[in-house]
């Protein structure tokens, strides 16, 4: 029997992924990896590991999870080193712990390698501390997926009266309604939000304003980003750093603010 290994990838920088995490990719024996991992990773894999792509886009997966947790269950039956990757955190919105459930249920030795989520990494690029002891002092990571229709009312007050500083994982296409939701249920108009594509990577592009102005000044904007919703937007103004760093360093950047 094999064993599988649950690794975070990091949120697209490469080299934001743990030493651990390398080392096990070092070690493959079957890499099933994910759309958001930086494929520079797998350069880093033995020339005869078998690399398998599972990627998931909006509205289209390559391999449906059933299928996944199967290759997963095969090919550590067959004695391998199998390395999950996946971007961000394997825990964080990642499905780790559907798969973890899985592998647990059948035998199969695992192991979670835990990584630098989206969450924190693009804010942190875009120069967004999602605390501040003068700003926020706590932040929730949330599903931009449309909540159930029976509780919808709950939970749109829950976020729109809550935590200070909200991160909103693939919430693009819902952002208009994300945006009248908490205007509707108690947010400020005027509270600050930014979208961050692509962050930590050379084309990172942050956008900001306010609920009531965003979709306009982030029109374009796609996925992969994500959404911050606070008044810690407010500092990027005066900490931003990558950007400066990438126009130093001479490759690409985008800048869009207000």
Not at 10 to 20: M, N
Not at 74 to 79: M, R, T, V, Y
Not at 210 to 216: A, F, G, K
Request: charged share 20%; aromatic share 6%; with cysteine.
């Amino acid at each position: 029997m094999g064993k599988v290994y649950l690794v975070g990838a990091g949120p697209g920088d490469p080299e934001l992924i743990t030493v651990k995490g390398l080392k096990l990719i070092q070690q493959a024996d079957v890499i099933l990896y994910d759309r958001l991992v930086n494929e520079e990773l797998l350069s880093y894999a033995p020339k005869a590991a078998r690399r398998i792509y599972c990627g998931k886009r909006p509205d289209h997966h390559s391999l449906k999870q059933e299928e996944i947790n199967g290759l997963l269950c095969e090919f550590a039956k067959k004695g391998n080193v199998v390395i999950r990757l996946k971007g961000g955190d394997p825990f964080i919105f990642g499905r780790g712990g559907e798969e973890a459930e899985v592998l647990a249920k059948n035998g199969i030795a695992f192991e979670v390698v835990p990584g630098i989520t989206a969450g924190s990494a693009a804010p942190a690029y875009a120069g967004i501390p999602l605390t501040h002891r003068n700003y926020s002092s706590s932040v929730a990571f949330v599903s931009g997926v449309k909540p159930l229709e029976s509780n919808a009312d709950e939970y749109w007050k829950h976020l729109a009266l809550g935590p200070e500083t909200l991160c909103i994982y693939m919430g693009v296409k819902n952002l208009p309604d994300i945006c009248e939701n908490l205007i509707r249920y108690g947010r400020s108009p005027k509270t600050p939000a930014g979208l961050i594509h692509c962050g930590t990577t050379e084309d990172q592009q942050t956008v900001t304003g306010t609920l009531d102005n965003i979709l306009e000044k982030a029109a374009g904007i796609e996925n992969p980003a994500m959404i911050v919703i606070g008044d810690v937007v407010l500092l990027r103004e005066k900490i931003q750093w990558y950007e400066h760093m990438v126009i130093q360093d001479s490759f690409p950047a985008k800048i869009v603010s207000g």
